[in-house]
């Protein structure tokens, strides 16, 4: 919460996330400001930032209904509306990124090795980890749940978010890679979720896609204070 905007973070039980989210929760922020700031379409660079106004609201900026940082897939926005953020440690290099579509190139194929891209969100899958604003929830609710409820929620969220299905559009921000992604136990892949395929293949080792200093695979030296993080995706 700051100042008159109340919000919140929902996040899946099941969620990971590396070690340094301070630090990314950071860049995304100045991200957000900046691009809610700019004329659409937009493409900005994170190291030359347009100067803008402090936000009134929110320490992401101001007018947004939904963060979503947390998913399973999104697309680029086609017309602009993306601010570019290259050599970013927290990001693996493109040939490790991976969506809910595990034979489907990243997005950021195109782009330097370790970028992430805040932008309008366009056809994100999975709501695992997204900030609404107390009036961004109130309105998802009523067209949700009291108008319709046909769906999928994340798919749902996806057209509120868009202006597709009769809806209006809104302020939907998204991150590629995602800051937040599925963590995937050692054992039979049927216990990630009720929608798991059952009988699955026993899972050999734990890991978690997108993620490279991840929480819960170095939660063991974090408990002792060691700061040699294992990471997942190392540079090739």
Sequence with gaps: MHRNLTSALIIEDDVDWDVRLRLSLRDFALSAHALLQAPKPVNLNFDHLPPTPFPKD?????????????????????????????????????????????????????????????MDQKEGTCSLAYAVTQSGARRILYSLGLRRLDDAFDLMLRRWCEGTGGEEPHVCLGVLPQLFDHHRRKGPGDIDSDISEPNAEYRQAAYTNNIRWSVRMNMNKILRGDTNYDDQFPDT
Excluded at 71 to 86: A, D, F, I, Q, S
Excluded at 104 to 111: A, I
């Design 58 to 118: 929110s320490p992401y900026g101001d007018g947004w209904d939904v963060l979503w940082l947390g998913h399973c897939g999104m697309k680029l926005p086609t017309e602009g509306g993306l601010v570019v953020h290259e050599n970013d440690a927290t990001v693996p290099e493109a040939q490790y990124l991976r969506s809910w579509d595990v034979n489907e190139p990243t997005p950021l194929e195109s782009y330097s090795r370790h970028t992430r891209v805040v």
